[in-house]
C-alpha cells in the first residue's frame, strides 16, 4: 500500500480546492444529490471532463462510463469527488458503504485502465472513499485540503484536522474493504 500523501492547500476556500483537483484529470463525481453547490462547482471545474453517477447505479454501468472517457482523453490520473458524508448519510449511506461503492467501481477500471494516480479533495465521504481506495489498489493517491485541513464533518461543521489523524481514518478505512475478487 502506498502512503497517502496529505497537501494543505494555501486557500481555506474548498472551491480553490475543487479547481485545483478537478484540473489534474478526469473527474470521477458520485452523489446521491448532484444539486448541492459542491456538486455544481466540481461540475463547472471539471470542464466536461468529469463522470457523474449517482449513487446506487450498476457499478458496471459506472465503470464503463469512467472507462471510456479516461481512455478519450488519455487519461491515467482520477479525480474523485461528491458528496460529503454529511449529504450521504441523509440518505442512509455511510462512510463504509461509500468506500466499497467507490472502489468497485475504480477498481474494476483500474483493472482494463490501470491508473497512475487518484486525487481527491480530502473531505468526507465521496473524497475519503477516493482516498481509500487509491491506497487499497496501491495507486499514487494525493489529498488536497482547504488550508488547516479544514474537513466538513457528518453534522456539516467545518472542522480542522491534521495529516496523522487523516492517513489513520484512511488507514482503517482500506482495512476494511472487501477487496474480494
Not at 452523489?31 to 458496471?60: C, R
Not at 461528491?82 to 468497485?104: A, C, M, P, R, S
Amino acid at each position: 500500500m502506498k502512503e497517502l500523501i496529505c497537501i494543505e492547500h494555501q486557500s481555506a476556500s474548498y472551491a480553490s480546492r475543487t479547481y485545483h483537483n478537478a484540473s489534474q484529470g478526469v473527474t470521477l463525481a458520485i452523489a446521491t444529490d448532484f444539486t448541492t453547490a459542491g456538486e455544481k462547482l466540481t461540475h463547472k471545474a471539471a470542464s466536461g471532463k468529469i463522470v457523474q453517477s449517482p449513487y446506487g447505479e450498476d457499478t458496471t454501468i459506472a465503470a464503463r462510463k469512467l472507462y471510456v472517457m479516461l481512455k478519450k482523453y488519455d487519461c491515467k490520473t482520477l479525480n474523485v469527488a461528491g458528496n460529503g458524508i454529511y449529504t450521504l448519510i441523509k440518505k442512509g449511506v455511510d462512510q463504509e458503504t461509500i468506500n466499497q461503492y467507490v472502489y468497485d467501481i475504480v477498481s474494476l477500471v483500474h483493472k482494463h485502465w490501470p491508473l497512475d494516480k487518484i486525487i481527491s479533495g480530502g473531505q468526507t465521504g465521496v473524497d475519503t472513499a477516493g482516498l481509500v481506495i487509491g491506497c487499497a489498489l496501491d495507486i499514487e493517491t494525493i489529498g488536497t485540503w482547504p488550508k488547516g485541513f479544514l474537513i466538513r464533518n457528518v453534522e456539516g461543521k467545518d472542522i480542522y484536522t491534521n495529516p496523522q489523524e487523516i492517513k489513520t481514518a484512511v488507514y482503517y478505512w482500506v482495512k476494511e474493504l472487501d477487496r474480494a475478487e
